[in-house]
């Protein structure tokens, strides 16, 4: 599976942007880049995902590069309810339906009031 | 809520022990995948069923199997219980395998004592 590079934390003030970024130099033609999350003490959630356009949700942002090989997820107005670990996932839909997702340790984003 | 049920939320029992934990996905939802998380390994893909099949295997011990049932809840049976099996286990579902976004539930607390 091709692997993500993320920041380990990230600090963000309330009400400010925040750029989560993520290294996947060795994406595939067929990989969606997705974006979970996990709140403290509650399961992941899915955030968004896209393929080679940029992708916009009621919850974020997602700006994938040129050459695919990094995405930036956009938090557009950090709330304190968005800090949380951010998980850069890599999922290739053409794997004959066996899809469980393969989590890295995630970038832990801290909100400061 | 994310409309994936699990139950318990929390189970205490000792080594050698058997447990059942179940889940409940979200109505229409025909996968359902689960997922192991510790301390010390992260989050893990376990295994996924698809409209009562299996459909992909990950880092499952052969102590611990799973299935769905015709109703689409599934059940993960976990044997000859270890310390280091005390983990979070999730239950996540989504519509069908590829790039659908998985929904994930509250998670079973097992603590092995």
């Known amino acids: 599976d091709a692997k993500t590079t993320q920041p380990n934390s990230m600090e963000s003030n309330e009400e400010e942007p925040v750029h989560l970024p993520c290294n996947h130099s060795?994406?595939?033609?067929?990989?969606?880049i997705h974006w979970y999350r996990q709140l403290p003490s509650q399961g992941p959630e899915y955030v968004i995902h896209?393929?080679?356009s940029n992708v916009n949700n009621r919850m974020a942002s997602l700006a994938i590069a040129e050459d695919r090989k990094s995405s930036t997820l956009i938090l557009h107005r950090a709330t304190l309810r968005d800090a949380a670990v951010y998980y850069c996932?890599?999922?290739?839909?053409?794997?004959?339906?066996?899809?469980?997702?393969?989590f890295g340790k995630g970038t832990h984003l801290i909100i400061q009031p | 809520d994310s409309g994936v049920t699990q139950t318990p939320k929390h189970l205490i029992t000792a080594t050698g022990q058997r447990v059942t934990l179940r889940c409940s996905p979200r109505s229409g939802d025909l996968s359902v995948y689960w997922y192991q998380q510790s301390l010390d390994q992260g989050l893990q893909f376990l295994i996924q069923y698809y409209n009562g099949e299996e459909r992909a295997k990950g880092n499952i011990l052969e102590r611990f199997s799973a299935q769905q049932f015709p109703d689409l809840h599934s059940e993960l049976n976990l044997s000859s219980l270890e310390l280091g099996d005390s983990a979070l286990y999730f239950c996540?579902?989504?519509?069908?395998?590829?790039?659908?976004?998985?929904?994930f539930g509250p998670g079973t607390r097992l603590t092995v004592t």
């Open positions: 060795t994406i595939s033609g067929t990989d969606y």
């Open positions: 996932i890599l999922r290739d839909p053409s794997g004959g339906g066996a899809d469980g997702l393969t």
């Open positions: 996540a579902s989504s519509v069908a395998p590829g790039t659908y976004e998985q929904y």
């Open positions: 896209g393929l080679t």
